[in-house]
């Protein structure tokens, strides 16, 4: 009997923010880190930490300017669970 394992996570920002352009969230699981919850594949801490700081446009046809902002939806001490994607440059994460 073979073990599965997981995919490495995704480091790539601009594919994690089609997937969520496309409707997935982004949950910071604990202990295991952050996870895109519909796919239930793992995301490097480095790729969210870019889409946290926003990003102002993209190449091609995919979505423009956002950033990553809470759902405030904390289980742990008021930290926020679950984070989506939101256009433009007014939402600012805590």
Do not use: Y
């Not at 102002?56 to 809470?70: E, F, Q």
């Amino acid at each position: 009997m073979s073990e599965t394992t997981d995919p490495p996570p995704l480091t790539d920002p601009i594919e994690i923010l089609r997937l969520l352009h496309a409707g997935d969230r982004l949950a910071h699981c604990h202990p295991i880190g952050w996870r895109l919850l519909s796919g239930d594949l793992a995301v490097s801490e480095t790729a969210v930490n870019a889409l946290k700081r926003g990003v102002t446009r993209m190449a091609g046809d995919g979505p423009g300017g956002g950033r990553l902002v809470p759902l405030d939806d904390g289980l742990f001490g008021g930290f926020s669970q679950t984070w989506m994607w939101a256009e433009g440059g007014t939402a600012v994460p805590p």
